[in-house]
């Protein structure tokens, strides 16, 4: 048999047992603030249906979809067919006899896939929090992944804009728990609707919402190339542009939007949608009004949200919006939602760049006993397993050996504390507790060590 190079995918990544454990400090911190708030736990699988996906993110969002390949062709030996069949598949589009299904690019189109399907069993409003991996063919660089998890909650069966003010909540309650100083930004997809009637048409909505979501990546001289491109006029251009230099405090923000758009109906809700959600949270000077947050997917159609951390260099750490007619997508309509998303990946970056992470969630074991023989220790494993009950993580040295290489152990895997069992304590019913950080020892009975709390 060949020898394989020992790889990974692109974009794909191993974790160990240190980044382990500061991922599920994140992830539990999340699921804390999710069930304080009501939501339920929700798994969908890895792989959707094709068509399930495609069409619902966009040109851009297409193009980044690993679809998987069927397991046969109808007609693997003409090879001009499966030629073809590549080639359509590379280009973004798909093709029955090669393409049926694809993993999921995000959690929110399967969430709503579940709702269409079991919307007659769920009881309305329903709340469900996920927290699983989603993959994308982009191209791999800091805070981006090719697989990654995310985390989302979402209220479907609900207009009442009660579910924006909560999920300002959630995002700052969780990161304040998380010790990361973010800036929540705010837009409204309707405010962006109304752009496009200014500019001519709702036709234009895509083009505009597209280009505009690049705008922190490549510039707005590039997002006007880009709008010309997709056939906008140099006026249309211009009154993006205007809209787009819009700045100041919030106040100044929305007064500037009203003078641009006008009295359009959908700028006029838009932007008191805004207001209502900038009063709910008055006192909080993270939430800063955005109007060049596009979130650059199609089924937006309210509130947008985007947060991002203040202290470092990196993309947005989560977002979301209100979608008032997802389900609809999948022959259910009238269920309105709204839901935000965390990006775990880049959390876990942001903390583990500003060393946020607490010094105990690098702690599995919190006991090591030392072997130092066969009499030894069969009481060292008795009375580790008393520990155990009390959900007290202990290990005992698989062989007896020098107290060196017994001490190199529980430093390198991080183990606060050991117990030494020897021979005059096995005589007296006693054992040896030592701090490894300070160092400190004492003597104390057996039964004493399991009455303590570590």
């Given amino acids: 048999m060949a020898k394989v190079t020992a790889s990974i995918p692109q974009g794909t990544r191993d974790f160990g047992a240190e980044t382990v454990r500061k991922r599920n400090y994140i992830f539990n911190t999340i699921r804390q603030v999710f069930e304080v708030y009501g939501f339920q736990p929700l798994e969908t699988p890895a792989m959707e249906n094709l068509e399930t996906l495609q069409g619902k993110y966009g040109e851009e969002g297409d193009k980044l979809m690993f679809k998987i390949l069927n397991n046969g062709l109808s007609d693997p030996k003409n090879i001009d067919s499966v030629r073809r069949a590549f080639e359509s598949v590379l280009t973004g589009k798909s093709d029955k006899d090669l393409t049926m299904r694809a993993l999921k690019y995000d959690l929110t189109i399967p969430f709503a896939r579940y709702v269409a399907m079991n919307h007659n069993q ?12 989603v993959w994308r063919a982009d191209r791999p660089q800091k805070g981006r992944y090719r697989e990654f998890y995310q985390c989302d909650a979402d209220v479907v069966g609900s207009r009442s804009l009660i579910n924006e003010i909560e999920f300002i909540h959630i995002y700052l309650t969780v990161f304040e728990k998380l010790g990361v100083n973010v800036e929540l930004k705010i837009n409204n997809r309707k405010i962006l609707t109304a752009l496009s009637e200014l500019c001519g ?7 505009i919402t597209v280009a505009i979501d690049k705008l922190d990546k490549i510039g707005i001289e590039k997002v006007k190339e880009e709008l010309t491109a997709r056939n906008l006029s140099d006026e249309q251009v211009s009154t993006i542009e205007k809209y787009l230099s819009i700045s100041g405090t919030n106040a100044e923000k929305i007064t500037q939007a009203k003078d641009l758009l006008g009295s359009i109906p959908a700028a006029t809700q838009g932007l008191e949608e805004i207001a209502y959600l900038l009063e709910a949270h008055s006192a909080n000077d993270k939430i800063q009004v955005d109007f060049t947050l596009a979130r650059g997917l199609n089924y937006y159609t309210g509130t947008i949200f985007e947060i991002k951390a203040n202290d470092v260099q990196m993309g947005s750490i989560g977002g979301g919006g209100r979608y008032d007619d997802l389900t609809g997508l999948f022959g259910v309509p009238n269920i309105p939602g709204v839901g935000i998303s965390f990006g775990v990946d880049r959390i876990y970056d942001v903390m583990e760049e500003l060393k946020l992470f607490p010094e105990d969630v690098h702690t599995g074991t919190k006991i090591l006993f030392f072997n130092l023989g066969e009499n030894e220790s069969r009481s060292a494993f008795a009375l580790m397993q008393m520990l155990r009950k009390k959900n007290i993580a202990a290990e005992l040295f698989h062989e007896k050996a020098k107290f060196d ?12 504390y050991v117990v030494i069992i020897g021979e005059s304590e096995l005589k007296t019913e006693t054992c040896l507790l030592k701090d490894i950080k300070t160092g400190e020892q004492k003597s104390l009975s057996m039964s004493a060590l399991t009455e303590m709390v570590f």
């Fill in 201 to 207: 048409g709702s036709a234009f909505l895509t083009a």
């Fill in 405 to 416: 290489k017994q001490f190199t152990y529980a430093e390198k895997k991080n183990i606060p």
């Fill in 122 to 133: 769920l009881t309305l409003p329903y709340k469900r929090y996920q927290m699983q991996p």
